[in-house]
C-alpha cells in the first residue's frame, strides 16, 4: 500500500489511555486523508447533542495520501473539529512542516477525546506517545511555547496554541511551526477545552510510493507548470499573497469599512507591491513547496511570517486603515495570541461601525489604526473591550442588536472578495459548510483571474454549475491534503494522476472530484444533523440589499436567491437543501439518508 | 430565458470553430450545463452564424419539449455531464486529427504546446459513433481521465469549466497534428527536445 501510513491513533485526555487502531481502508479510498476522512470520523464521534467546548467533541488532525511523499506542497495537515464558533462541522488546514513530521510518525490521523485535569501536552516520537505537563507553559505566547518544546523545523515540529485557545475564543486558531496556523472556525477553543496545549511531533517513517518512475514523472511535470505560471513563479513568491489587493480593488470587490463600500482609496498603501518595498525581510517556503508565498516582514517593532492577504485586507480595508505597519503588528500579535486573523479583523471593522453608530461604547472608529494592536492583544486575553470581541463579530453584534452588522455567514466572518462584485464568490459563501469562507472553493479564479478561463463575474444564470465544481474541487484538494495555490498552475488531472502513482489506486480525474463531492455533501447532512435548514445559506442583508455605492461594480447586490435555488438543483439537493436519496446512493452515502430524516 | 452573456459565448466559439475550419458549414456542436439543464446548439443550426433562437436548453437527464430541436449528440453531452466534473463540451472535426485517428489509437503530440497542455489524446471507435448510448458512455468513461478525446474517423470530444477552456483544448490537438504532419512530409530524422517524454504515451 503506498501513500497511507495504516494507522490511527486515539488520545483519550479524561482517561490518558492511548490507543492505536488500524485505518480503515475503504473509508480512505471513499475520503482519502485531509478534510474528507476529518468528516467521516467525526460524523461517528460527535451528534448533535456535543457542545462544541465540552469534553464531548474531539480533534482529529489528518494527512492525506501525499502528505510527506515530497509532491509539490505536501506539507500541509488538517483538523476536522465541531466549531464553536458557528457549530457547524469544521475543518482547518495548515501548511509549514508539522503535517509532514505528524505523517512521519506512522499516523494518518489523530484523535484527541476528553478534557484533561490539568494543562498538558502530546509527545509523538519513534519510541512512543506520552501526554506531559504543560502546566509551565499555560499562559504562554505562541513563539514562547514553540521555543519552549523545542521547534526544529525537518526534526521536531511544534502544534500549540496561544492565550486565545486557552481563554476559549470562539476565533481562536491552533497554530504550528510558529507562525502558520489552522485558523477558521475556532479549534484553538476547543484545544484550549481540553487542557491540551500543544502537540510535539518527531518521526522517522516515510510513507510508500507504488510507482516510483510515474511519480518522479508526475513532479517533474508539476513542477514545470508551476514554474510556467506567472502567478506561481512570479506573483506570489515576488509579493506574496497579498499580490491580489490591487487586483480585487480595481474590480470594485474589495469589501471596504465593513462592506459598506467595495473599494478602497489606501489599497495602494497595503498592497503587496508597498509590503514588498517597505516591509520585506525575505521569502520563506513550506515544506516542498517551490511556490515561497511566504513574507518575513519586519516593522520597527517586529518581524516575523505574513501578513497574507485576506490578513491586511481585514486589519486594513475592512477596518478603514491604511496603515501597512499597524497592519504587520496586528498580524504579530495575532499569531502570538493565536487567533483567526480574518475574524479578527472583521470583527474590529464591526466593533467600529457599531461604535460609529453609538450602538457599543469604545473609541473604535474606522481608520484608528492606532487602536489595532492593544484590540488584539485585549481579544487573546479575553480582557477590556477585548472580552466583547473574542467570540466574534456575530455574538458581538447580536448583543448590540444589530446582527445584520455582522459580515458574517453561518457566523463566519466573510473573506476579502465581496459577493456583490463576484455573483459566484456569493453563492459560495452563503453555501460553504463551515459559513462564510473563500477556502471551500474559490471563484477568483474564474471570475477575476480567468482560471481556466475568465467567467463574467456579474453572470447569475449557470454560476451555481461552477460554484459546485471549485467547492468539490476544493474538498478534493483538502483531503489530498495540497496547497490550493498548486491548483493555479496545474490542474486536477495531475493530482489524479500524482496520487496513482502513489497510492497504485487508478484514480481518475473524475472520480477523484468525486471523492471531494462526496465530502461536501456528507458535511451538508452533518450540519443538516445539526438543526441547520435552508435559511441558514445566506448572507448579511447588507449585501443582499445596499448596492455598492461606486467603482465597477456600482449598482450591484448579490442576487442569491436565484443562484441558491439553481444550486440546489444542481446539487441534486431539495427545495430545502436536503441532498435527496438517489443523489446520496450515487456517492455512496446512502447509509446517512436515515440520519437527517 | 438563455442570459445573453451565455449567447454572446456560444457565438465567439461557433464562429471561431467555423473561422479555424474545425467544422464544415452544419457540422459540430458546443453545450454547457448549467445546473441540472443544459444549453445546446440546435439541430441544423451553423455554428459559425449562430443567432440568439440556435441555442436550445433542455434538462440535464429530465426530456422535455427543448429535446425537438436540440443536436443529434445531445445523448452524449448529456452524458458526458452526468459522469465527469465537464461544465462545457466542444465537439468539432479537426480535420488533421482525423486522419491521424484513421491509423492510430492514440495521439501523442510531439510539438511543445501540446505535450505539455494534452500530453495523450485517447482515440476510441464504436460501430455506430453517432447518437448512440454505446458511443456516449464511451466518450463519457474517456473523459474522466482526459479533457480530449478523438473519435475514430468522425471528430473530437472537449470538455473544460468553460466553452473557451474546451474550445482551446480542441484547437491545440489540430494545431499539434498539422505539426506532426509536416514533420512527417519534411521526413528528417526526430531529436528528441523533452525530458521525459517517454512517458507521454503513458499518460
Redesign the interface.
Known sequence: MGGWMGKVLDVNLTTGEIVKHPLDMELARQFLGGRGLGARMLWDEVGPDVDPLSPGNVLIFTSGPLTGTGYQTSNRFSVSTKSPLTGTVLDANSGGFWGMQFKKTGYDAMIVRGKADKPIYIEIKPDGVTIKDAQHLWGKVVSETTKALGQNNNKRNVLCIGPAGENLSRIAAIMNDGERSLARGGPGAVMGSKNLKAIVVEGKERPDIVDDGKFKFMLYETRKLLRASPLTSQALPEFGTVVMMNVVNNIGALPTRNHRQAMFEGAEAISGETLTEKYLVKNSACWACPIGCTRISKTDKVEGEGPEFETTWAFGAECGIDDLSAIIEANHVCNEMGLDTISAGSTIACAMELSEIGLLDSDLRFGRADLIVKTVEAMGYRRDLGAELADGSLRLAKRCGRPDLSMSSKGMELPAYDPRGMQGQGLLYATSNRGGCHMRGNMLGLEVLGLPKLIDRFQVQGKSSYVILHQNMAAMIDSLVICKFTNMGVAEEYFARALAAVTGIQYSTGELIKVGERTYNLERLYNLREGFTKADDTLPPRLLTEPVPDGPSKGWVSKLEPMLKEYYRARGWDENGVPRPNKLAELSLAQFVEAVR | M??E??YEQFKEIGRDLYEQTMISSHGGNIS?????RVVIKRRGAQLGRLKPHDLIETGLEKNDSGVTLASTELLAHRTIYM???A?AICHCHPRTAIAFSLSRDEIVPIDNEAS?LLKKVPVIWEEFASGTPEMANKLAEA?????IVMLRGHGSFAI???L??AF?WSSTLEEACQIMLMAKLINEPFIEYR??SE?YG??
Open positions: 438563455i442570459d452573456r451565455i454547457i450545463r448549467l445546473g441540472d459522469k465527469t466534473p461544465l505539455y473523459l474522466q481521465s482526459y479533457k473544460g469549466q468553460t473557451d477552456e482551446f525530458r521525459m512517458a503513458k499518460w
